[in-house]
Nanobody
Framework: QVQLVESGGGLVRAGGSLRLSCKAS????????AGWYRQAPDKQRELVAY?????RTNYADAVSGRFTISSANDTVYLQMNSLKPEDTGVYYC???????????WGQGTQVTVSS
């Protein structure tokens, strides 16, 4: 059974940094695509960044230049710098492992940025 476990969230002041991790287990297939999403209170979940097995990355405009997504073996990271209060939310990672057809999600980790 595939599991994704996120960690690294917390409370930080505006301008600070956090590094989120998402560790995958329970699959024999290689990570193909991984994304970080976030959901703020009373807002829809949105894509923050994704990375493919080939190393291609993409970022939401709101985080471009401040966040960096990376991966190493079975772990995906999100380095978040120059955090702003509007970055507050629950951050989720989602991964795919072809030929497994399913998308897998972690349980989420809370990020709170105070002004």
């Amino acid at each position: 059974q595939v599991q994704l476990v996120e960690s690294g969230g917390g409370l930080v002041r505006a301008g600070g940094s956090l590094r989120l991790s998402c560790k995958a287990s329970g699959t024999v297939y290689k990570l193909y695509r991984a994304g970080w999403y976030r959901q703020a209170p009373d807002k829809q979940r949105e894509l923050v960044a994704y990375i493919t097995a080939g190393g291609r990355t993409n970022y939401a405009d709101a985080v471009s230049g401040r966040f960096t997504i990376s991966s190493a073996n079975d772990t995906v990271y999100l380095q978040m710098n120059s955090l702003k209060p509007e970055d507050t939310g629950v951050y989720y990672c989602a991964c795919t492992f072809p030929p497994d057809p399913d998308d897998y999600w972690g349980q989420g980790t809370q990020v709170t940025v105070s002004s």
